[in-house]
């Protein structure tokens, strides 16, 4: 998979002379096992390619051949620089897995969390190979839709750790999501500890720096036991797998269009605010049609009375005013983002902006200069136009790019999701 043109580079590039080595002492520590070694290399292919600082990464590259005889990885010892990096991409893709042209799809990795609930209590919960379920025909998941999830992202940061973003979040939000649905709370220790050892037992999984992908992380619980009158089960399954991905949105953070809904996402209190996958079901047949007539994403009006931005089938709403301020849409019947409440942070506290949480009437929405979605799989997706039944709105950000603003927001949330930007503390959880 490695092509001639990228061959010639690396030879001309190791051919040029005069290397200083004082990082290769600095990136040594970093090194602890092959995946390691890959993901720091993938790093710098990526700046390499693209920065071409060349005697910084020429230092890098030595590093590289170094740790390769002092982690004794491999054999090989003195082999030319540029067969060292054939051997390096040959790992790179040793999960046959082109990290770079991931989309947003299901690719069974190793292991997965198990938890069941019964008699009244949850049981330690194991890691399984067994990425099916077997559960009863009657199960309450199956018969009244009894069943919430979550979900999460593992990076690997720019020195070569492995982070999952504030995941205490989830735990907290999906205890919420229980509750509502008369389900027994996963308890939120364990749930962030759930979280930690099934990234850990996927490690090779977590796709490198640089690489554009991450690895999303699914937890989920559903009513197991049969139940046949309208009533909460009474046995739940606890379970949290974990997939590569790339961006929700095709084409990655490009302006997307999308168009008004005629359907409604939630009921005033109802479950909105919840996630539950009840929600997700009853938003199929408006995505279904959203897609067929060419959009990426339904925009939801509250049910009440269809004048307020509420949000689209998976993210949250930010806005950029003219005078570049961030307003988001504040409703009882969407979902607590945590995107969005880190953007809103971020926003305040990193780049100095106005930040207004409120109502949104979707007759304002036209005078907005920026329009994006936000979520965990969306992270930021820039909004480029939105159709109401024919009448387009196009945001003067255009569809060409994300807006200026917009993107400082991503730069500095990717940027600390990353570890390129220092984070608030508390948001990272350190997995390795
Ligand atoms: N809104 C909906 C309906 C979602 O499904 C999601 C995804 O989780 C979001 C918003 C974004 O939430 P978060 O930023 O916590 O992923
Ligand atoms: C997420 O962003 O984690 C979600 O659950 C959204 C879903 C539409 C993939």
């Not at 970093?30 to 920065?51: C, E, R, V």
Request: charged share 25%; aromatic share 12%.
């Amino acid at each position: 998979t490695v092509d001639a043109e990228r061959i010639s580079f690396y030879i001309q590039f190791f051919s040029a002379d005069g290397c200083d080595l004082s990082l290769f002492y600095h990136f040594l520590h970093l090194i602890h096992s092959q995946a390691d070694l890959i993901s720091i290399y993938y790093k710098f292919y990526h700046y390499l390619t693209s920065n071409a600082n060349y005697l910084f990464y020429k230092n890098v590259f030595f590093y590289l051949t170094s740790a390769y005889e002092v982690t004794k990885i491999d054999s090989i010892k003195k082999c030319q620089l540029w067969q060292l990096i054939l051997i390096l991409e040959e790992k790179l893709m040793a999960k046959d897995i082109d990290w770079s042209n991931l989309g947003f799809g299901y690719i069974q990795t190793e292991k997965r969390y198990v938890s069941n609930f019964k008699d009244g209590a949850w049981d330690d919960g194991v890691l399984t190979e067994d990425a099916t379920v077997t559960i009863s025909e009657c199960a309450g998941v199956l018969q009244y839709a009894q069943t919430i999830f979550e979900g999460m992202k593992a990076y690997t940061t720019e020195d070569g750790k492995i982070v999952v973003f504030r995941p205490d979040l989830n735990a907290a939000r999906m205890a919420d999501s229980a509750r509502r649905l008369e389900m027994p709370p996963f308890p939120e220790d364990r749930f962030v500890d759930a979280i930690v050892k099934t990234v850990e037992a996927n490690i090779d999984y977590v796709p490198p720096y640089g690489s554009g992908a991450t690895l999303y992380i699914r937890p989920y619980m559903f009513g197991s036991n049969p139940v046949i009158g309208v009533k909460p089960a009474s046995e739940y399954q606890f379970r949290v797998f974990c997939t590569p991905v790339g961006p929700y949105f095709k084409g990655g953070a490009k302006p997307i269009v999308i168009k008004v809904s005629d359907f409604d996402r939630a009921a005033p209190h109802g479950t909105g605010h919840i996630k539950a996958g009840l929600n997700y079901a009853m938003s199929l047949h408006a995505i279904v049609t959203a897609h067929e007539e060419g959009f990426a994403e339904n925009m939801y009006l509250d049910a009440a009375t269809r004048t307020k931005v509420e949000e689209t089938g998976g993210a949250n709403f930010i806005f950029i005013t003219k005078d570049g301020k961030l307003v988001t849409p504040k409703s009882n019947s969407i979902l607590p983002s945590i995107t969005r409440r880190s953007i809103e942070y971020v926003a305040k506290e990193y780049l100095g902006l106005e930040v207004e949480e409120r109502e949104v009437f979707f007759d304002e929405v036209k005078d907005f200069a920026e329009c994006g979605l936000c979520g965990t799989a969306a992270v930021i997706s820039p909004v480029g136009k939105i159709n109401d039944h024919g009448k387009e709105i196009c945001f003067p950000a255009g569809m060409e790019e994300m807006g200026p603003v917009t993107k400082k927001i991503y730069d500095t949330l990717t940027g600390i999701q990353m570890g390129r930007i220092e984070a608030p503390e508390g948001w990272l959880k350190v997995i390795k």
